[in-house]
Every structure is written in C-alpha cells, then in structure tokens.
C-alpha cells in the first residue's frame, strides 16, 4: 500500500520534473532545426516548393558554385585539423608525462587563448600577416628580404583556423592520453618495446577516443566557419559558413541560407556518424 | 642512460611547447603591445613609444562600457537560469525509468554540442522571427531573444557536468532522508544538493565563460538595443580600427588571467586540503 503511494508520488513528481527540460528541448532545440528545414523547402512567398534547392543544382554554373564552395571549406578545414592533430599530439603526449605541477601550469596556459574571443585573436592575426605593413613584413623588410603574399592566401585561412581550434584538440588528447595506466608503458617496456614502440602499441592505441574526439571539434567548427576566412582570406575565397553568413545579414535571402545551413548540417551529422564507426561505439566521445 | 634520455627529451619537450605557446600567445603580445600605442599615432600596424592614451579612451568611452557590461551581466544571468534549468534536468534525467527515453534525451541535449555554431544561431534566429511575426512583434531581435539563445546553448554543459554527479550518488540516500521524514524538497536540498555541489559550481563557471566568450550565436539573435563585448569588437574591426580595441581587449585578456590563476589556485588549495 505503502510502496504504491509512494510509486504515485514519485510518478507525479517525475512528470513536473521532466516538463521544463523537455519543453525547453521541444522549443529551443528541436522546433528551430524544424525551422530550418520549413524554410529550405519554402520560397520567399511562403509557398512549398524545392525551388531553393533547385537553385542551387539547376545550372552547370551553380553546380560548380556549390561544388567549390563545399569543397574549399571541407578542404581547408579536412587540412587545418590534420596539422591540429599532429601539432597537438606530441604536446599532449609529453604533457601528460611530465610533472602535476607542469601538467597543471601548461593547461591553464593553453586555457587562455581559448577564452580569448576569436574576433580580436583573428583579428591581430592581420595585423602580423599585413602585407604591406605587418610585423612580419616590416621585418622582412628590416633585413631586407623579399616580402611573400602572406595576408588574403589559404594559408593564412587554414593558419586561422589553426590557431582559433587548436585547443580543442589538445584538450582532449591530453585528457585521454593522462588516464593511460602508466603500468601498461611499464609491462611493454619490460617486454622489450623501445620508446617508439610503446607510442604505436600502447599510447597511440589507447588515445584513439580522444583523436576522434578532437578531430570532431576542430573540424566541425572549422567546417562552418565565418569572419576567419572574411579576414584572412582574399575577398573571393567564401566559405561556407560566410556564404550562409551573407545570405542572413546582407542579402536576407532567408530560405538560400536555410537550404545550406541544412546540407551543412547533414552533412556533419554523416561525418559524426563515419567517425562513431571508427571509435567502436565509445562512449564519451564528446568530453569538454 | 635512461636518465640521460629523460633529460634530452625534457629538453625538447620544454622547447616544443614554447613554439606551440608562442604560437598561441603570438597575436595576444601583438595586442598587448598596440595597446600602448602613443596617442597620435591611430594605425594599427605600426608601434610609437608606450602611453596609456587608449586605456583613459576606452575607459571613457560609453559604448565600450556598455557592452562590458551587458555582457557580463547576460553572461551571470543566462548561466544562473540555466544552472537552475539544467539541474532539475539532470536529475530529471538521472531518474527516468525508460531507458530508450534517456537515451533520447540526451541524444537531443548533445544536438547543440554536435551541431555547428552557425546552424544553431540561423536556427534560433529563425525560431526568433518566425514567434515575432505570429505575435505581431515589431521588434523581432533584442535581449531576451539573446537570454533565450545563451540559457540554450549553455543548458547541454550544464545537464551533462551534473549528470555524472548524480549517477555517482547513492539513490537510496535520497529515500532514506525521506523516510526519516524529509519532504521531497527537504530531501533535495539536504541531501542532493549538496553532494553535487560541485558539479554545480564548475557547471556555473563553465557556461559563463561559454558566454561570455561567444561571438557566432550572439551574432544572429541579437538586435540593436543589447550589445555585448564581443559583438561590438566585431563591428570595430569592420568599421575603422583605432588601438582601442587593443586596450579593451589587453584588460579583457588581463581579467581572464587573473582567474585563471586564481581557479588554479583555489584548486592547489583545495587539494593540499584533501591530502592532509
């Protein structure tokens, strides 16, 4: 008796529990991601029509458009997370190693440029790479060496998204390679595995969850990205992010802007999915 | 010989993280730098001898401040009211039965993690313009649709630093205080409050300094009457370039320091505490 009104109880709380969040969720979450599928399949007049998409793919001239512009920003961002990866690996890799005190010192340096706002970071990025007047030019310039294009190149793009991601990839790598049972390094090391060996048996192995979780959250942000190529890059490199950028803010062709955002966002959701493949169904892949 | 490698690759390890925190740290000093710029000289690109010339400007400058202190004010609320949100979340999650349910749940919690930035800016923006024109609204972008935007995108940290608390914890600690006679309520604030306490608190800290520091969502759901920091950076480095913004950001970077050393040291602390 006792147990059933507790039973009740407890069911009623759970419902005014569940409510706020779950209306929160409904509201705030998921209704906007419908929205952005209601506006894609509809045209400025409010009707229902794939004209949008349409647009996009109908010419051999917009195909290329859309062609370019996807696969600019996948490669530059496919590129960035790669020397992401291997700037960052060896940094976590000792990190790890070394002392609590060092582990704890280089954390909170590598913390402060991540909350640094990327607006301002990107932008002292132009004042470096200037072309004319940048310090690394005025340098140059100073020893009288030959000034290289620095400023509006891809490089200066992917040195961008570098730059403003590359803590993300370190924080990941580093939690995951600190929690490697050190008796493992130990038991391969008795059994004769030299330094090497231990990095491509042991630890390389075991950081898995943490590359594939780094490589997510530097590629999905670099993927989407926009003002670092409006920055950096020269004025016809766009985007992906800048072109739905513009569409939003400069031309308010809301329906165009709904279309891309919703191939971007499917498109990520396909790459989340291959890359959940590779890490075997680990959970825990999304670790701050 | 063991010693001795150790040594050599200390050596190199001390020297590879320099290169990688003077790549970090490289546009920061340029800031700081430009920041005591003399006063005549307004490029950006070039450096006079020091002055405090844009600390007094920016200081004085109304707009500047303003936005410090929307932001900071945005940032404290938006992270309070998720904080209250995402705990009852999280322990709503915590006891579904269902476990299909959870799953779904949380599977939508992490959507805003997964997605783009962007994707969830244009997606709350067009929520926001699409609830305008059904209500009528003339003004379709202002500071609640800012407060909404930021509770949303802080609410997935917060749910899931508490969760783990909770699962941690003893569910029968919670029935045996309400045996004993506590209210549901009682039992809350007796008992499972304060044992994830500090998820709680790193919860706190985590979604303010998510808003504090974001730009991309901010930059589709805001209106013109509420601007924060860092959106008013971003129409500075659009429109004209003075080394005020240097200042400005020289402080900001400055405040940021500060507590992260401070965290840093309260956790030593709390640390050498646990040892003894």
């Not at chain 2, 006063?39 to 400058?61: C, D, G, H, I, M």
């Not at chain 2, 938006?78 to 709503?92: E, F, K, N």
Request: with cysteine; aromatic share 12%; glycine share 4%.
């Amino acid at each position: 008796m006792k147990a059933i009104a507790q039973k009740q109880r407890r069911g009623l709380s759970a419902l005014t529990l569940n409510t706020p969040y779950l209306f929160w969720c409904l509201v705030f979450v998921l209704v906007p991601l419908g929205m952005v599928a209601f506006f894609s399949f509809h045209n400025a007049q409010g009707e229902w029509t794939l004209d949008v998409f349409r647009a996009l793919i109908d010419t051999p001239k917009a195909r290329r458009t859309l062609f370019e512009l996807f696969g600019v920003s996948i490669l530059y961002a496919l590129i960035a997370t790669i020397i992401c990866l291997f700037l960052a690996y060896p940094l976590a890799y000792y990190m790890s190693h070394a002392t609590q005190k060092t582990q704890r010192n280089l954390m909170t340096l590598i913390m402060v440029p991540m909350l640094m706002n990327f607006v301002i970071c990107t932008y002292c990025w132009v004042t470096i790479l200037a072309n004319e007047h940048g310090i690394i030019a005025s340098f140059l310039d100073f020893l009288n060496l030959p000034k290289p294009k620095l400023l509006g190149t891809p490089g200066a793009v992917i040195l961008g998204m570098v730059y403003n991601f590359l803590p993300y990839m370190i924080m990941p790598l580093y939690s995951v390679m600190s929690k490697v049972n050190p008796s493992l390094v130990e038991a391969a090391q008795d059994l004769g595995a030299t330094g090497f060996g231990v990095l491509r048996k042991v630890t390389l192995p075991l950081s898995v969850p943490g590359i594939i979780s780094g490589i997510t959250m530097v590629f999905v942000p670099s993927v989407s990205t926009f003002y670092i190529s409006q920055q950096l890059g020269a004025s016809k490199t766009l985007l992906i992010g800048d072109r739905i950028e513009m569409a939003f803010v400069m031309s308010n062709d809301f329906n165009t802007g709904a279309a891309l955002s919703l191939i971007l966002m499917l498109f990520v959701v396909v790459c989340m999915m291959v890359m959940h493949r590779f890490s075997d169904g680990e959970e825990g892949a999304f670790v701050v | 010989m063991i010693k001795k490698r150790g040594r050599v690759s200390r050596t190199m390890f001390l020297i590879y993280s320099c290169i990688v925190l003077g790549f970090l740290y490289a546009p920061i000093a340029v800031m700081v730098l430009f920041s005591f710029n003399a006063k005549e000289n307004r490029s950006t690109t070039s450096f006079q001898p020091a002055s405090l010339y844009w600390y007094k400007e920016v200081l004085v400058n109304d707009t500047a401040m303003q936005a410090l202190r929307n932001t900071i004010f945005l940032a404290l609320l938006a992270a309070g009211i998720a904080v209250i949100l995402g705990t009852i979340a999280a322990i709503s999650v915590d006891r579904m039965r269902r476990k299909w349910v959870q799953t779904a749940v949380l599977q939508v919690t992490n959507l805003p993690l997964m997605n783009p930035e962007i994707v969830t800016g244009i997606s709350l923006m067009l929520l926001f313009v699409f609830a305008a024109q059904l209500l009528g609204l003339r003004e379709k972008l202002n500071f609640t649709t800012m407060l909404l935007a930021h509770i949303t995108f802080c609410l997935p940290y917060v749910v899931l630093s508490i969760l783990p608390k909770l699962r941690q914890m003893d569910p029968h600690l919670v029935e045996a205080a309400q045996d004993l006679g506590c209210s549901q309520f009682r039992a809350f604030f007796k008992v499972t409050l304060p044992f994830i306490r500090t998820g709680i608190v790193s919860a706190f800290i985590m979604a303010v300094t998510i808003s504090l520091d974001d730009f991309v969502i901010s930059y589709f759901v805001s209106g013109s009457d509420f601007v924060t920091l860092p959106l008013y950076l971003f129409s500075l480095t659009r429109k004209r370039v003075k080394p005020d913004i240097y200042a400005l950001s020289t402080l900001v970077f400055a405040a940021i320091f500060l507590l992260m050393l401070l965290s840093n040291f309260v956790q030593i602390r709390a640390e050498k505490r646990a040892k003894k």
